[in-house]
């Protein structure tokens, strides 16, 4: 089964209709030039509405170590995900379960990049582009070599309509969508969200099938 990842999450509402449709982890920004960016008071509101078994996740970008344990201190049990210069030991520095996002363009060894990062819990493939975040864009998927061992988190530019295709053609661990659901940044669309997650089980029903015939 596909994990679904919703991030960007900043409203009640929202983070009650992805529970709702099936998110299996809910993805809190803590980047303070993010739309979506939320404070750690602010996310651990949030977070108090998400039932046992789905992850709250804090997304940082080359955030200072008070600022990451003030968010850590926030949401005891969140998943940290690491999307700035992060080096590997400042992710292991956190003490906490993480991923590792990789920017992916034309020249990136994910295979290197992933030997450099070995107790990542699993790695988030985004497009590159300026700044950080991967700009709502599809990255090219033929980047990522067939032999990369580690879980991978789809990312970059997903939506109800090329999630599917995705799967089919990447098969990763989870995927993870923002502005795919959203109708403005920071805003999520119900209708959008339930889309999205129907059509990963879409999805995942359809590769069960092939596989057993």
Same mark, same amino acid.
């Given at each position: 089964?596909?994990?679904?990842? *919703?991030?960007?999450?900043?409203?009640?509402?929202? $983070?009650?209709?992805?529970?709702?449709?099936?998110?299996?982890? *809910?993805?809190?920004?803590?980047?303070?030039?993010?739309?979506?960016?939320?404070?750690?008071?602010?996310?651990?509101?949030?977070?108090?509405?998400?039932?046992?078994?789905?992850?709250? @996740?804090? =997304?940082?970008?080359?955030?200072?170590?008070?600022?990451?344990?003030?968010?850590?201190?926030? =949401?005891?049990? +969140?998943?940290?995900?690491?999307?700035?210069?992060?080096?590997?030991?400042?992710?292991?520095?956190?003490?906490?379960?993480?991923?590792?996002?990789?920017? +992916?363009?034309?020249? $990136?060894?994910?295979?290197?990049?992933?030997?450099?990062?070995?107790?990542?819990?699993?790695?988030?493939?985004?497009?590159?582009?300026?700044?950080?975040?991967?700009?709502?864009?599809?990255?090219?998927?033929?980047? *990522?070599?067939? &032999?990369?061992?580690?879980? =991978?988190?789809?990312?970059?530019?997903?939506?109800?309509?090329? @999630?599917?295709?995705? *799967?089919?053609?990447?098969?990763?661990?989870?995927?993870? @969508?923002?502005?795919?659901?959203?109708? &403005?940044?920071?805003?999520?669309?119900?209708?959008?969200?339930?889309?999205?997650?129907?059509? @990963?089980?879409?999805?995942?029903?359809?590769?069960?099938?092939? =596989?057993?015939?």
């Amino acid at each position: 089964m596909t994990r679904i990842k *919703i991030c960007g999450l900043t409203r009640e509402a929202d $983070v009650a209709v992805a529970v709702e449709a099936g998110a299996d982890a *809910i993805g809190f920004v803590f980047y303070a030039k993010s739309p979506r960016a939320v404070t750690p008071e602010r996310a651990r509101a949030l977070a108090q509405l998400l039932p046992p078994f789905v992850t709250p @996740v804090g =997304l940082f970008v080359n955030a200072t170590d008070a600022d990451l344990a003030a968010a850590m201190d926030a =949401l005891p049990n +969140m998943l940290v995900q690491f999307h700035g210069d992060e080096t590997p030991a400042d992710c292991d520095r956190a003490r906490r379960p993480y991923l590792r996002a990789a920017r +992916m363009a034309p020249g $990136v060894d994910l295979l290197d990049f992933a030997a450099q990062f070995p107790n990542a819990q699993a790695l988030l493939l985004d497009a590159h582009v300026d700044g950080y975040g991967g700009g709502g864009k599809v990255f090219d998927w033929s980047l *990522i070599p067939p &032999s990369v061992s580690s879980r =991978l988190v789809l990312s970059g530019g997903l939506n109800a309509a090329n @999630v599917a295709d995705g *799967i089919a053609k990447v098969r990763p661990w989870a995927v993870d @969508v923002s502005s795919g659901v959203e109708v &403005s940044k920071g805003i999520k669309s119900a209708d959008l969200i339930h889309e999205f997650c129907r059509a @990963v089980r879409l999805a995942d029903d359809g590769a069960d099938a092939a =596989l057993s015939q």
